[in-house]
């Protein structure tokens, strides 16, 4: 009768320490199904997590595969997009990703961008001459909206690059 008792004690403790992880688990957000074939298109080793993945899915569909229309439907919450809706940029740009950071509901992304103005002459914020643009340091932050694992909100930072400035390979 004590080994009953003893028996019922710990399967009590269990669920107070359990309970709270249990009810932690409500709030995961769920997983974006990203499809197989963009997974083996593209490098998403830097993707170790849901919304890491979410991230390098939207930008590998809006820019390297040139589905920005695709890209928006189905990895951002819906109305959330500025409005405009816009065509992007005449020349998709490809990215190529440096760095995945993530940090509670937000994705950082650091990448080497080749696209709009490549073989053009800029100027730095600094007024002086840039050099030749091979490329941009894009980063893009992202935040994601954890009812449904989507993108709510993005931000991007762009500076063109040259031979002389490009120190991120």
């Given at each position: 009768?004590?080994?009953?008792?003893n028996v019922?004690?710990a399967l009590?403790a269990?669920l107070?320490?359990?309970?709270?992880?249990?009810?932690?688990?409500a709030?995961?957000a769920?997983?974006v199904?990203?499809?197989a074939?963009l997974?083996?298109?593209?490098?998403?080793?830097?993707?170790?997590?849901?919304?890491k993945r979410?991230?390098?899915a939207y930008?590998?569909?809006?820019?390297?595969d040139g589905?920005?229309?695709q890209?928006r439907q189905?990895?951002w919450?819906p109305?959330?997009f500025p409005?405009g809706?816009?065509?992007?940029?005449?020349v998709?740009?490809r990215?190529t990703?440096r760095r995945v950071?993530e940090e509670?509901?937000?994705?950082?992304v650091?990448?080497?961008?080749?696209?709009?103005?490549?073989?053009q002459?800029?100027?730095t914020?600094?007024g002086t001459?840039?050099?030749?643009?091979?490329?941009?340091a894009?980063v893009?932050?992202?935040r994601?909206?954890?009812?449904?694992?989507l993108i709510?909100?993005?931000v991007?930072?762009i500076?063109?690059?040259?031979?002389?400035?490009?120190?991120?390979?």
């Open positions: 009768m004590e080994r009953k008792g019922t004690g009590a269990l107070l320490v359990a309970a709270p992880l249990l009810a932690g688990c709030h995961i769920p997983q199904a990203v499809p074939e997974l083996a298109r593209h490098d998403f080793s830097l993707a170790d997590t849901p919304n979410t991230a390098l930008l590998y569909t809006a820019w390297n589905q920005l229309a890209a189905s990895y919450v109305g959330s409005p809706g816009g065509a992007g940029p005449p998709s740009p990215y990703i950071i509670g509901d937000q994705v950082v650091l990448a080497f961008v080749e696209g709009v103005g490549i073989g002459p800029f100027t914020i600094f001459p840039g050099g030749t643009k091979i490329g941009d894009v893009e932050i992202m994601f909206d954890p009812a449904t694992g709510a909100e993005k991007d930072v500076e063109p690059l040259s031979e002389t400035t490009y120190d991120f390979r």
